[in-house]
């Protein structure tokens, strides 16, 4: 039986693929001697215009008694005035409830002893004021005139937050369900585990929120965080804005001179991390996917006072740091592998780290190392142009120059200089200092900050297709797999981990088990029409979709949210209408019928060894949920592909991950399924839990209604 549940999957693919048609203006048509001139144009960059000089204006800073640090910036052009509260505990090890300092954060906005959250935004609503909480703090930005209106709300938030029960289960909830997403987003996956990697899973630096972590926060670890996270001594207040210095010491004395200071408190310093000893490969598995995520990655003594910081940030510009960079140029525009490629050089009082990011296809992900390499070593050893050194010094000067018209830029600048113990004309030198750049001293940076034969090689992507072109990466000989934890996964070290049989176990094996497991065939062969009905909680409220299949030929799927039909899909088998609030499109090249069919069938895996639509492939043996299963790939005569998984002991399908093309884009959605029940003799999911496709979150639907064999007039499938 195909998994009643994935008729919805093909649905929302179906749907997208259908509605997303591409339009092109004629406005955009150039003709041959235009797309010349253009040409002409690119290859021509303008000149470079003379560094213009900046006066970065004056503040001042003084400390209370209780050791707040205190920045004024004064900026009488609007008259307004905002405050910054940030509180540099330094780094934090979080542990088994790692997300509580964000949870913190949050909460302290959500009430106090003597406002709820909805008094909070009334008052700030009324002088039209913004306030929000961070765990590192608070701002909050008004008129001058509401100046003191808003430090009353501000600082009973900071001195007397009520953390109530509700808001906190709320925000609870939303942190669990961005981490529900980010279990199937391949750049979340490779943030999270290249940092475990790169520094160590047990380390403040490698540490990352899990929904685990957060499901063991309680309202008590909250409380007991704020209380040992939140203190004047090592926190800094910068004001900027239309105020004088008189009127913000005052105003500092005021609100926050009677702040208690946490005497005991003492930062902690994260341990060193050591560079590997020769390159490493790391792989995270992303079944199905056909791009992987590309990252190198090493830490460094790179710190934000260090002398040659200039030169380094130069050098990173040159290398990764902007789109003209020698890594885009190459791995983009020339070889066009992928649609970006960077670099970032990013200082660290403790410990630095230097990375390279960037999603490429399966095929081309070995050249793209090859090509970082080549990189890596040329701006190491060769010496960088006196023209191309000038070019991305202007480009520098330019962000320098946007930076400075935010005069919140200079409050920044300013605790820059407070807490990295920065000269006091670091920033007013800056221009000064950037001219002065050499090549050498581009060269020296790199060899000082980058060392190409000590990496971390993180890969996210479709471990058969690319693991095992990975090998002459791994300078051990081993390539080290990882799941989405972060726990090292034991796999053959050629990366496919794949064979024919395994344990007298084959493709067609598993799926006979299968087959046998959700009713048999004769069972499933007597199933000549279904109606099922699911629903489904979003964040945009509930979705309703109805499908009705008959003959094995036709089906209708509609989607309701709010009463109202948003898409329907129609196929009687000789066309197909895609409609919705959007208007419709029928659809009669049988060439696009192959997903069509496909929903129209019940048991989809009666055919996959009858037919040359299908090539099936066995791949292996892996976990979903810390269960064994068998995997599988089920190729189409369409080009799309489906990992499949089921069970090793029960053979019911556990889980599947959808490839397919749509307007030139790669669709890659996963569904796991679960609470089987029988149903007229027949074993029906009756719950599926879909994520990726481009959805910022995980839905869960679950069947409200299934009927076996009813009847249903052939109406439902007409297309005028």
């Known amino acids: 039986m195909k998994n009643i549940q994935s008729y919805i999957l093909l649905g929302w693919i179906t749907l997208f693929v259908f509605s997303c048609t591409p339009k092109v203006s004629q406005d955009m048509q150039t003709s041959p001697g235009e797309t010349a001139q253009s040409d002409n144009w690119r290859a021509t960059p303008p000149k470079p215009a003379p560094a213009p000089a900046f006066n970065l204006g004056e503040y001042e800073s003084f400390q209370l008694e209780n050791g707040l640090n205190v920045i004024v910036v004064e900026n009488h052009k609007l008259p307004v005035v905002s ?86 289960n709320r925000i609870i909830q939303t942190t669990k369900s961005g981490l529900a997403f980010q279990k199937s987003d391949p750049n979340s996956i490779s943030a999270n585990v290249g940092n475990a990697i790169l520094y160590g899973k047990e380390h403040a630096y490698g540490e990352f929120t899990t929904e685990e972590s957060v499901e063991a926060i309680t309202l008590n670890d909250v409380r007991e965080f704020y209380n040992d996270n939140y203190f004047p001594n090592k926190t800094y207040l910068i004001i900027v804005g239309d105020i004088s210095t008189s009127e913000a010491k005052s105003q500092a004395q005021n609100y926050f001179g009677d702040w208690k200071r946490k005497e005991d408190f003492s930062p902690m310093i994260p341990a060193s991390v050591n560079r590997p ?17 590309v990252t190198v990655a090493q830490t460094n003594n790179y710190k934000p006072n ?14 990764g740091g902007y789109f003209g960079s020698r890594l885009n ?9 992928t649609y970006g ?25 070995d050249s793209t190392l090859t090509e970082i390499l080549h990189e890596l070593n040329e701006i190491r050893n060769e010496l960088v142009s006196q023209e191309e050194l000038e ?68 890969i996210v992507g479709n471990e058969s297709a690319v693991a095992k072109n990975l090998l002459p990466f791994a300078k051990g000989g081993e390539i080290d797999f990882y799941d989405t934890k972060a726990n090292k996964v034991d796999k053959s070290i050629d990366g496919s981990n794949a064979e024919e049989t395994l344990d007298g176990i084959d493709a067609q094996t598993i799926i006979e088990k299968y087959i046998d497991a959700v009713g048999g065939r004769e069972k499933l062969s007597a199933v000549n029409s279904f109606i099922m009905k699911s629903q489904a909680s979003t964040p945009m409220g509930d979705v309703t979709t109805t499908i009705q299949g008959k003959d094995n030929t036709k089906v209708n799927m509609k989607v309701e949210a709010s009463g109202m039909v948003v898409q329907e899909i129609t196929f009687n088998g000789l066309k197909a209408e895609v409609g919705g609030v959007q208007g419709s499109q029928v659809i009669t090249d049988p060439k696009q019928f192959d997903r069509f ?37 089920v190729m189409k005569s369409d080009g799309s592909t489906t990992t499949e998984f089921y069970n090793a002991t029960s053979g019911l399908k556990m889980k599947e991950v959808m490839n397919v093309e749509a307007n030139g884009q790669q669709i890659t959605t996963t569904q796991k399924l679960d609470d089987y029940q029988v149903v007229e003799g027949v074993k029906v999911p009756m719950k599926m839990t879909l994520s990726g496709g481009g959805m910022p979150f995980e839905m869960v639907t679950e069947v409200v209604d299934i009927q076996i064999n009813p009847e249903i007039s052939d109406e439902v499938f007409e297309i005028n």
């Open 83 to 168: 405050y910054q509260l940030f509180v540099d505990r330094g780094p934090l090890k979080e542990g088994e409830i790692a997300g509580i300092s964000s949870i913190t954060g949050q909460m302290l906005r959500t009430g106090t002893d003597e406002m709820s959250k909805e008094e909070i935004d009334e008052k700030l609503d009324f002088i039209a004021a913004t306030l929000s909480t961070s765990s590192s703090g608070f701002f909050a930005s008004s008129l001058k005139k509401h100046s003191d209106e808003l430090l009353d709300i501000a600082t009973d938030v900071l001195y007397h937050p009520s953390f109530p029960e509700s808001e906190f």
């Open 277 to 293: 000893a020769q390159n490493t490969v790391s792989f995270i598995n992303k079944d199905g996917a056909v791009q992987s995520v």
């Open 306 to 319: 260090a002398e040659d910081r200039m030169a380094a940030s130069l050098m990173n510009t040159i290398l």
């Open 329 to 337: 140029k190459n791995i983009r525009e020339d070889k066009g592998y």
């Open 341 to 365: 490629i960077r670099s970032s050089l990013s200082p660290d009082r403790y410990i630095g780290d230097f990375s390279i990011s960037a999603s490429v296809r399966n095929e081309v992900t």
């Open 391 to 458: 070019l991305v010094k202007n480009v520098k000067t330019g962000q320098f120059a946007r930076g400075l018209e935010s005069p919140q830029t200079i409050a920044q600048y300013a605790l820059n200089i407070a807490r990295y113990d920065l000269p006091k004309d670091y920033y007013e030198t800056y221009l000064e200092r950037l001219e002065k750049i050499t090549p050498e001293d581009i060269r020296m940076a790199a060899q000082k900050y980058l060392d190409p034969t000590k990496l971390d090689i993180i």
């Open 597 to 633: 069919r496909d929903m129209a069938q019940f048991a989809e895996e009666l055919e996959y060894f009858n037919s040359d639509n299908y090539k099936i492939t066995f791949q292996g043996k892996d976990k979903v949920d810390d269960e064994p299963a068998y995997k599988i790939q």
